[in-house]
C-alpha cells in the first residue's frame, strides 16, 4: 500500500483533472455524487472490449473462458472488500439503489404482512426511501422514520423508541450523502437484531471512504455503487448474508438465473446466479475489479488522515466567511461539507462557481425530507477525495468571496 504524500503523482492518474471543461481550469469538488476514474479502470474497461469481449458462463470458447474468470475475480475482490465470508454473497447489480430495490422486491415482498414496520431515517437518499414505500403499499406494512438532530446525526433516543417488535426491517445510510455524517451502524444493528428486525445498510457514500466489513458490522445487506468507488457507473453489488439470500425468491426472470425451465415450471440456480438475470454488465465489474485494486493500493490510515485533515480546512474556513453557514455539524463526518450562502440561492451560488471552475453539487441532494426537517430549501455541498489537495479547498474558499462580492 502507498502513502498518500506525492498528491500531484496521484491526481495525474486520473486524466479528467487535467482537463478545462469551462472557463478556468477544473477544481472537481463533488465526489459524493461520483468519484473521478484512474486510468487503471478506463484501461481494464478498453482491454475487456478490445480483447477480451465475450459473454460469460455460456460458450466453450477461450474468450469466453477468459471473460468469464475476469468476470469472477471482480466477485471475489469485492467480497474481499467488504468483508464478506462469501464470494456468492455478493449479487452484481447496477448499483445501490438497484441493489435497495432488489431487498425491497424480495425480501421485503415474501416476508412483510401487514402491521409490520420498516423503519428508515429521516436523512436518507430518495433511493432509501421510495422502494419501501413501495413495499409498503404492496404489504400492508408501516413506514417510519427515526428522527435527525439540527446536528446532522440520528436521534438513538428516538430510535429505540419506535424500534419494536413490530420493526421487520431497519434500513439506513452508512454516510449521509447531503451532511457527511457517519452513523453508527453497529450500535443501531445490535439494538434491531435484538428486536428481530433485518438490517440493510445504504454504503454508497461509505466505500471510497472508509473500511468496511460486513461481519464486524453484522449488517444482513449492504449495497454499493461502483461509480462512488473510483469504477464505472451501471454497476454496483448488494451484499446479502448467505441464508437470507438462500430464501428469498428470484427477482427477476431470465437468463442465468436459472437451472431448468420447461413450459410448466422453473428451477431456480444456485447463489450468486438466482438474482442475476440476463447478460451482466461485464464491463463495468471488470472495471469495477480494476477500482478495488486501485484502492486496495492506497494506505487506508493514510487516505482517512488525508481526508480529514482537507475537510478540516474546508470546514475551518467556511466558518470564517461572514454570510456563509455550514449545514451539519455531527461529531462523526467524513468528506462532504454542506453550506449556504446568505442572499443567494444554493443553485445560483453553484452556479457561480462552476464559472470560476469549482465543480460543486447544489440542491436537495436526493434527500428532500431531510432539506424541510432542518428547514433549509437545499445546500451547496462540496465533497472531497482522496485525489483533492489543499489548493481546491483555497480555490474553494476564493470561489465563494467572489460569490458574496456578485451577490
Not at 454508497?204 to 464505472?232: E, R
Not at 478540516?312 to 455539524?329: D, H, S
Request: glycine share 8%; proline share 4%; aromatic share 6%.
Amino acid at each position: 500500500m502507498k502513502p498518500i504524500t506525492d498528491i500531484a503523482s496521484l491526481r495525474g492518474q486520473f486524466p479528467i483533472l487535467a482537463t478545462q471543461p469551462g472557463q478556468a481550469p477544473l477544481t472537481y469538488l463533488d465526489s459524493a455524487a461520483t468519484t473521478q476514474k484512474p486510468a487503471s479502470v478506463i484501461r481494464a474497461i478498453s482491454n475487456y472490449y478490445e480483447a477480451t469481449n465475450a459473454n460469460v458462463h455460456r460458450a466453450a470458447h477461450a474468450l469466453s473462458d477468459r471473460a468469464t474468470a475476469a468476470f469472477e475475480d471482480a466477485r471475489g475482490k469485492a467480497q474481499r472488500f467488504v468483508g464478506a465470508r462469501h464470494a456468492h454473497e455478493i449479487i452484481w447489480t447496477r448499483g445501490t439503489t438497484e441493489s435497495i430495490n432488489l431487498v425491497a422486491n424480495s425480501y421485503a415482498t415474501a416476508n412483510l404482512k401487514p402491521g409490520d414496520e420498516i423503519l428508515i431515517t429521516a436523512m436518507e437518499h430518495h433511493s432509501n426511501i421510495v422502494p419501501w414505500q413501495l413495499a409498503a403499499q404492496r404489504t400492508g406494512a408501516v413506514l417510519r422514520a427515526i428522527n435527525v438532530t439540527q446536528r446532522g446525526e440520528i436521534d438513538l433516543v428516538d430510535f429505540q423508541r419506535q424500534l419494536n417488535v413490530r420493526t421487520r426491517i431497519v434500513a439506513l445510510v452508512h454516510v449521509s450523502n447531503a451532511l457527511g455524517t457517519i452513523n453508527p451502524i453497529k450500535q443501531i444493528t445490535a439494538a434491531a437484531h435484538a428486536a428481530g428486525a433485518v438490517v440493510l445498510v445504504d454504503g454508497a457514500q461509505a466505500a471510497a471512504h472508509l473500511p468496511i466489513d460486513v461481519v464486524d458490522l453484522d449488517c444482513d445487506f449492504y449495497a454499493c455503487s461502483g461509480h462512488k468507488m473510483f469504477g464505472p457507473t451501471g454497476i454496483g453489488f448488494l451484499y446479502g448474508k448467505e441464508a437470507l439470500l438462500d430464501a428469498m425468491p428470484p427477482w427477476q426472470g431470465g437468463g442465468e438465473m436459472i437451472e431448468t425451465v420447461t413450459l410448466a415450471r422453473t428451477t431456480y440456480n444456485r447463489l450468486p446466479f438466482k438474482f442475476e438475470a440476463g447478460t451482466p454488465h461485464i464491463a463495468g465489474v471488470i472495471g469495477l475489479g480494476a477500482a478495488i485494486d486501485f484502492m486496495n493500493g492506497i494506505d487506508p490510515r493514510a487516505l482517512a488522515s488525508h481526508e480529514a485533515n482537507i475537510l478540516t480546512q474546508a470546514r475551518v474556513r467556511l466558518g470564517q466567511l461572514e454570510g456563509v453557514r455550514i449545514v451539519g455539524t455531527a461529531a462523526d463526518h467524513t468528506a462532504v461539507v454542506s453550506f449556504l450562502v446568505d442572499g443567494g440561492h444554493p443553485q445560483d451560488v453553484g452556479t457561480l462557481l462552476d464559472q470560476q471552475g469549482v465543480a460543486v453539487r447544489a440542491g436537495h441532494h436526493c434527500t428532500m425530507p431531510l432539506m424541510q426537517h432542518l428547514g433549509v430549501p437545499g445546500t451547496v455541498r462540496a465533497s472531497f477525495c482522496l485525489y483533492n489537495r489543499m489548493a481546491d479547498v483555497d480555490r474553494l474558499i476564493e470561489g465563494i468571496e467572489k460569490v458574496r462580492e456578485f451577490l
